[in-house]
Each structure stands twice: as structure tokens, then as C-alpha cells.
């Protein structure tokens, strides 16, 4: 039998992976956060200064780097050649980039390969835009978690103000309604909810009470596949 897998898709600070975290966790599975490859390469491509609707260059960019992770308990960070990333990562300028980055087809094939690769190695939890309808097709448990487009900003607004962050609220729903425009629009692999995946609205829940819910419906499939 394949390893037991759990997508988990959706738009920007739904709480993806607050919550893939916590059930890989729970569940002792692996967990990968795929968004933060497509930041990688966005930062490193920035970093060169290379032009980011240069598919080409793009991908050949792709090809010298190796992005991996490291896990401290609910702590992950991220590196690019050994460099550590993570904080890089989540500046404005590659948040403000990353969809350019991620629609182009070829950049996604590597990355899907890439991602594939992983989930061959264990039983995994992996959060993304396309994990249900593209990386992990065969997924056992599909997700799709959404909230309110204010909810959401509003939860990344708390993030960043904690973080020292000098943001604002009304700057950062704009900027998050226009990635999640272009993500669902673009050609290759747009957000999109699987057919075959639950739709949770986590506008109203705490982050314990999605994970339970997640957790709950991974055990349920576990059982029913046994
Ligand atoms: O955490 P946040 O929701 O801000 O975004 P992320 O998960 O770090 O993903 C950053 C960007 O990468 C998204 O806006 C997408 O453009 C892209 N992405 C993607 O295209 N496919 C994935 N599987 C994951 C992320
Ligand atoms: O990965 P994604 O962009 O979907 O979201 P995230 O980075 O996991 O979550 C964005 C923020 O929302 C984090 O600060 C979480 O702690 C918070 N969150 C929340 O307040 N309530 C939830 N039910 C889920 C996440």
C-alpha cells in the first residue's frame, strides 16, 4: 500500500500550515511546507536578479539549488544550499513576487518532481495550492481549507505586527487578494479545490479545533483503508 498521504490546499492564511504542521506532528508523519519552495527560488532568483517572467533562467536557477528543511518541534526552518532562509523567505519583496515565479509550468514540473520525491519517503502531510489536484492526486485525506478574505488578512496582520513588522491591515488584504487572484487564474495548476476534498471553513475555529477536525477525519480513512 503507499505511504498514507494528507493534502492540505487553499488561499493565502487560511492557516495551512499552522495546521499541516500540528497534524504531522500528532501523527508522527512528515510535513512540507511547498510554499516555501516556491519562495525559495523567488528569493534566490531576486537575490540574482534575474527576470522573473524568464522561465528559462528560471528553471536553470532551479536546477543549482537544493532547498531543504529542518524540524525543531513545531519550529521549521528552511534552507537553500545550506543557507538558512527562512526568515528571507516571508520579506515583502518575495511575498509581493512569488506568484510570478510559481505560474510559470516548467518551474512547477520541477518542483511537483521534487515534491512527489519526498512524499515517496513516508507518510507525509504537505500543504500547498495544488497538493490534492496535482502533487498528490491519490492523496487518502484531501483538504481545502479556506476563511474570509478579512479573516485571513487579519490573521497575517496579528502575525506580522508580533513579528516587529511595520504593516498595514488594509495594504496587506489587498496584497492577499490579488495573490490569491493570480494563483487561481494562471494557467498551470491553478488553486482549486480537488474533487474529492472536504472544504473546511476555518473563519469561525480556533487553530485546536481544525487540527481536531483533521486529525478526527485522518484517523476515519485510516481505519476505513485498514
Ligand atoms: O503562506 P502563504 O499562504 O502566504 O503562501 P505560501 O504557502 O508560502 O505560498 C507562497 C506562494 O507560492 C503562493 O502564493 C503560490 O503562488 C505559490 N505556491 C504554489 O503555486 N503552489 C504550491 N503548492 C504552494 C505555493
Ligand atoms: O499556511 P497559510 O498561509 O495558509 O496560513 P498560516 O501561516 O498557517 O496561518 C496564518 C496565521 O493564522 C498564523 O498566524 C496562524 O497562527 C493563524 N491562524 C489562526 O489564527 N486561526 C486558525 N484557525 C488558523 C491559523
Known sequence: MDNFSIAIDGPASAGKSTIAKKVAGNLGFIYLDTGAMYRSLTYIAIKESLSLDNEDE?????????????????????????????????????????????AHTKVREEMVARQQKIAATGEIVMDGRDIGTVVLPKADLKIF??????????????????????????QLTKELKERDYYDSNRIASPLKKADDAIELDSTHLSIDEVVEIVLKLAVERKKKEL
Not at 145 to 170: I, N, P, T, W
Open 58 to 102: 528560471l528553471v536553470e536557477l532551479l536546477d543549482s539549488i537544493e532547498i531543504t528543511f529542518s524540524y525543531e518541534g513545531d519550529r521549521q526552518k528552511v534552507f537553500v544550499n545550506g543557507e538558512d532562509v527562512t526568515e528571507l523567505i516571508r520579506e515583502k519583496d518575495v511575498t509581493q513576487h512569488v506568484s510570478l515565479v510559481s
Open 145 to 170: 481549507l479556506v476563511a474570509s478574505a478579512e479573516e485571513r488578512a487579519l490573521r497575517r496582520y496579528k502575525e506580522s505586527v508580533a513579528k516587529g513588522m511595520d504593516v498595514s491591515l488594509e
